[in-house]
C-alpha cells in the first residue's frame, strides 16, 4: 500500500518537473498575443552564447536571461521578429542563429558530417568487402580430413 | 590502394589536429572566440549612467577623433583581475580608456577601482547588459579598440597583456600619434 502512494507520488513529481522546470524563467508581460508568440520563437531561435549547445529559452545564464529581456523589450517597442534577429545577428555573428543559415561561410558546418558520413561508409565497405570468405575448391580427401579434425572431440 | 587511402586519410586529420593546436598554443585560436561582425563598423553610441554617480551619464561623443580603447570588465571576472594593473600602466603612458562595469553591484565595483587603482577616463555601469549586448560582448574582459572615425577596428576576448597589446593594438596607436603630429606639422606651416 505504502509502495503505491510512493509510486504514484514519484509518477506525479515526474510528470510535473518539466513545468517545474519552467517556473525558474521570469515572466515577461506582452501586450498581445502576437507579441508572446513572438518571443517564445525567437528565444528558441536564438542561441545561448555561453553555453554549450542551448538556446535562450533552455538556459538560465546571466547573459542568456539578459538577452531574453533584451528581446522582450525589442518586441515591445513594436520591432518586428526579423529585425531583432538581425539585431543579434549584427552584433554576435551568425553563431547567435540556433540553425545556422545555409551559406558559403557555414557551408562545411552543414555538410561536413555528411562528407563524414559518406567517408565513412566508402571505409567500411572497402573493409568488409576484403574480409569476404573466398570459395576453396576442396578435394574429397580435404573434406574427409576437415570433418574428422572437427568431429574429434 | 585503400590501404594508402586511410593512411592518407589519417595523416591528414593528424595534420590538422597538429595546426589546430599550435594556433590555440599560441593564442591565435580561441574556440570559445566568437568573431565579431563589428570589425569596421561604426561603434554603437554609449549613453549610460556613471558608476560613481548615478545621474551622470557617460558618452563617448567626446572620443571621436581619437583612438581609445572600450574595456568591459566585472568583479566576478577573474582575468579583469589579473589584466587590470597592465591597463592601469596602458592609462598612464597615455592610452585612453573608456570602462564598462558589467553585471555588478556598484558598491563592489568601485571597491575594486578603489583598490587596484583607475585606468578609465570614465565608467559605465550597466548592471543588465544593455550596452554589452549592443557592442555584442559574450564575455568578460573583452576590450575594443576604435578610431578617429569611430570604428571599431579591433576586439580582443580575454585579458590584455603586453604581448596583446603588442600584436593587436600597438599598431594602432602608434599610427594616430604620428598622424596626429603631421598633422599638427600641417597647421603649422598653413
Known amino acids: ?153 | 590502394v585503400s590501404r594508402y587511402f586511410v593512411l592518407g586519410g589519417f595523416l591528414l586529420l593528424m595534420g590538422v589536429f597538429a595546426v589546430v593546436l599550435s594556433k590555440m598554443g599560441s593564442g591565435e585560436y580561441n574556440p570559445r572566440d566568437i568573431p565579431t561582425e563589428f570589425i569596421g563598423k561604426t561603434a554603437p553610441e554609449i549613453n549610460v549612467p556613471d558608476l560613481y554617480n548615478p545621474e551622470e551619464m557617460v558618452t563617448t561623443i567626446s572620443m571621436r577623433g581619437r583612438v581609445w580603447l572600450f574595456n568591459i570588465w566585472g568583479t566576478w571576472c577573474p582575468e579583469c583581475w589579473r589584466e587590470h594593473e597592465y591597463l592601469n600602466q596602458l592609462a598612464k603612458s597615455g592610452v585612453p580608456i573608456v570602462g564598462l562595469n558589467w553585471r555588478d553591484e556598484r558598491q563592489e565595483a568601485q571597491a575594486m577601482i578603489n583598490r587596484l587603482g583607475n585606468p578609465f577616463i570614465s565608467i559605465g555601469y550597466d548592471p543588465d547588459s544593455q550596452v554589452a549586448i549592443n557592442w555584442g560582448v559574450y564575455g568578460a574582459p573583452e576590450t575594443f579598440l576604435i578610431n578617429e572615425q569611430g570604428q571599431i577596428v579591433a576586439k580582443h576576448a580575454g585579458g590584455i597583456t603586453p604581448k596583446v597589446w603588442q600584436k593587436k593594438f600597438k599598431k594602432y596607436f602608434e599610427k594616430s600619434a604620428s598622424e596626429s603630429s603631421s598633422n599638427q606639422q600641417n597647421e603649422v606651416k598653413s
Open chain 1, 1 to 153: 500500500m505504502q509502495f503505491k502512494t510512493l509510486q504514484s507520488l514519484c509518477l506525479a513529481l515526474l510528470i510535473a518537473s518539466p513545468f517545474m522546470v519552467q517556473a525558474k524563467f521570469e515572466i515577461q508581460p506582452f501586450a498581445t498575443p502576437e507579441q508572446e508568440d513572438d518571443y517564445k520563437q525567437l528565444i528558441g531561435e536564438l542561441r545561448c552564447l555561453v553555453c554549450q549547445n542551448q538556446n535562450l529559452a533552455d538556459s538560465n545564464a546571466e547573459l542568456a536571461q539578459d538577452m531574453r529581456k533584451q528581446v522582450a523589450k525589442q518586441l515591445r517597442k513594436g520591432s518586428k521578429p526579423d529585425e531583432i534577429v538581425a539585431y543579434m545577428v549584427n552584433r554576435y555573428g551568425d553563431f547567435v542563429m540556433y540553425r545556422p543559415p545555409f551559406k558559403a561561410t557555414t557551408m562545411l558546418l552543414w555538410l561536413g558530417p555528411l562528407v563524414f558520413f559518406i567517408v565513412a561508409a566508402g571505409v567500411i565497405a572497402s573493409f568488409m568487402r576484403k574480409q569476404k570468405t573466398e570459395d576453396i575448391d576442396l578435394s574429397e580427401q580435404q573434406t574427409d580430413k576437415a570433418h574428422s579434425l572437427l568431429d574429434d572431440d
